[in-house]
Antibody, heavy 121, light 108 residues
């Protein structure tokens, strides 16, 4: 069974960084791409970026490009998303999701359970 | 930037049909995917590539895509279908994935 297990909730102060992890099991991690998507309270989904696991190639949404770094560790089947210079507007649930094919038009499946990041002074 | 517009809410009686639209400029040339999200849960893929159902998704869920509108149809609606639904595409112009504004389906 394909599954993505994310790290727990975090509370951070403005101006600091957060690093969220996403551990894959039940599918071939190295042939997939891992997406990061966030959802602020009551709002829609917002794509942050992706990493193609095998090559390490990353793509970032323009709005996050200056503050986000996505990495992976193939030895532990884990992907990471680090967001820096946090502000209160970054308070959200952060999801990782698998993209099981190379095409840019591929759907996201499966999804992790989400990690709540709260930014508060 | 590419925008996907959905109605905020759709209400439907049990056993009836719910149709959720997703409007975007010439969306017919894109592959549209649909996700169901229940409160406190992660999104779940229910339709991929406009009209394909992933394994385990009931036949009651179907999709279409034409012109400037993609649609998700839920036939024989059940109480368990109450959720938020999002459409999703790749925007090659802005090199980013885009999600629709989301539609809350309420079963009366």
């Amino acid at each position: 069974q394909m599954q993505l297990l994310q790290s727990g909730p975090e509370v951070k102060k403005p101006g600091t960084s957060v690093k969220v992890s996403c551990k894959a099991s039940g599918f071939t991690f190295r042939t997939s791409a891992v997406q990061w998507v966030r959802q602020t309270r009551g709002q829609s989904l917002e794509w942050i970026g992706e990493i193609v696991v095998g090559s390490g190639l990353t793509r970032y949404a323009r709005d996050f490009q200056a503050r986000v770094t996505i990495t992976r560790d193939m030895s532990t089947n884990t992907a990471y998303m680090e967001l820096s210079n946090l502000r209160s507007e970054d308070t959200a649930v952060y999801y990782c999701a698998g993209k099981p094919c190379d095409s840019l038009s591929c759907p996201f499946d499966p999804w992790g359970q989400g990690s709540l990041v709260t930014v508060s002074s | 930037s590419y925008v996907l517009t959905q109605p905020p809410s759709v209400s439907v009686a049990p056993g009836k049909t719910a149709t959720i639209t997703c409007g975007g400029d010439n969306i017919a040339v894109k592959s549209v995917h649909w996700y169901q999200q229940k409160p406190g849960q992660a999104p779940l893929l229910v339709i991929k590539y406009d009209s394909d159902r992933p394994s385990g998704i009931p036949e009651r869920f179907s999709g279409s895509n034409s012109g400037n509108t993609a649609s998700l149809t839920i036939s024989w609606v059940e109480a368990g279908d109450e959720a938020d639904y999002y459409c999703h595409v790749w925007d090659e112009g802005d090199h980013r994935y885009v999600f629709g504004t989301g539609t809350t389906v309420t079963v009366l």
